[in-house]
C-alpha cells in the first residue's frame, strides 16, 4: 500500500518539485497539493494523508498555525516541517504545535522518500544531529516547570531510562537495539512503553521531554555535555 502524501508550499515549482520526486517512488503517492496553509488544513481533513509536508512560511496561514489546527483535529497526523535554514527559529513553535520532525528543503531525493516513510512510521528523527540541536534550544527556550513534569517519569524501569536517553541522542530502534544487545522487537517494546507511561503521541515529543526534564543534558551549544 503507498504511504498518501500532502505537500504544501507556497512555490508551485517547488511543490511540484517535490511532488514530483515523491511521486518517482514506488511506495508514495502525493494525493493532494496545497499553496497554503488554509488549503493544507482542509485538504487534510478531507484526504487524511499519512504524511504531510508543510512549509513553515506561507500566506494566509502559516505552516505552524496550519500544523497546530491539523494536529487539534487529528492527534495521529504525521506533518514533516519543510524549512529553508536548519536554525530557522519557527521550528520550535512547529515543534510546540506537534509537528512529528522537520526536513531541509535542500534535501537530496532519496533523503527525501526516506524522511517521509520514517515520519509515517513514526520510527526516527530527521537528521538526527541536527534535530538534536533545534530541540535542545527549544528547550532552553522553553523549560519545563517542575510541576509539568510527568509522573511517568518517575516509574521508568532503568532500562527505559536508557532506551529514552538513547532516543533522545536520535538513535533508531535498530541502533538501540545493537547498542543494548537486545533484540528489535525488545526496542520496539521499550519505545511503545515510552510513549504509553509519559503520554507522548511520538519521539519528537520523547526527545523534548528527555531534554527538558534534564535527562539528557546538553553543553550549551546545542549538543550533548
Given at each position: 500500500?503507498?504511504?498518501?502524501?500532502?505537500?504544501?508550499?507556497?512555490?508551485?515549482?517547488?511543490?511540484?518539485?517535490i511532488a514530483g520526486i515523491l511521486n518517482a517512488a514506488p511506495d508514495i503517492q502525493v494525493i493532494a497539493e496545497a499553496?497554503?496553509?488554509?488549503?493544507?488544513?482542509?485538504?487534510?481533513?478531507?484526504?487524511?494523508?499519512?504524511?504531510?509536508?508543510?512549509?513553515?512560511?506561507?500566506?494566509?496561514?502559516?505552516?505552524i498555525e496550519a500544523t497546530h489546527r491539523i494536529i487539534a483535529a487529528a492527534p495521529d497526523a504525521k506533518i514533516l516541517i519543510l524549512t529553508t535554514f536548519d536554525l530557522d527559529a519557527y521550528v520550535y513553535e512547529a515543534l510546540r504545535a506537534g509537528a512529528s520532525g522537520f526536513l531541509l528543503k535542500d534535501t537530496p531525493p532519496r533523503q527525501l522518500m526516506e524522511a517521509v516513510r520514517t515520519v509515517a512510521t513514526g520510527d526516527t528523527l530527521l537528521a538526527p544531529a541536527i534535530t538534536k540541536r533545534l530541540i535542545a534550544r527549544f528547550t532552553a527556550l522553553h523549560p519545563l516547570p517542575a510541576a509539568s513534569v510527568p509522573k511517568g517519569l518517575e516509574n521508568l524501569t532503568d532500562r527505559e531510562r536508557e532506551v529514552l536517553g538513547l532516543v533522545a541522542q536520535g538513535l533508531t530502534n535498530h541502533e538501540i537495539a545493537r547498542r543494548l544487545y537486545i533484540g528489535l522487537g525488545?526496542?520496539?517494546?521499550?519505545?511503545?512503553?515510552?510513549?504509553?507511561?509519559l503520554g507522548a503521541r511520538d519521539r519528537v515529543q520523547l526527545v523534548i521531554l528527555a531534554y527538558r526534564t534534564g535527562l539528557v543534558e546538553t553543553d550549551g551549544n546545542g549538543g550533548e555535555s
Open positions: 500500500m503507498n504511504l498518501r502524501v500532502l505537500v504544501a508550499d507556497d512555490q508551485h515549482l517547488l511543490r511540484a518539485g499553496g497554503d496553509g488554509h488549503q493544507a488544513v482542509e485538504l487534510a481533513g478531507t484526504h487524511r494523508p499519512d504524511v504531510t509536508l508543510m512549509d513553515i512560511r506561507m500566506p494566509q496561514l502559516d505552516g525488545t526496542a520496539k517494546t521499550h519505545v511503545r512503553n515510552l510513549l504509553a507511561k
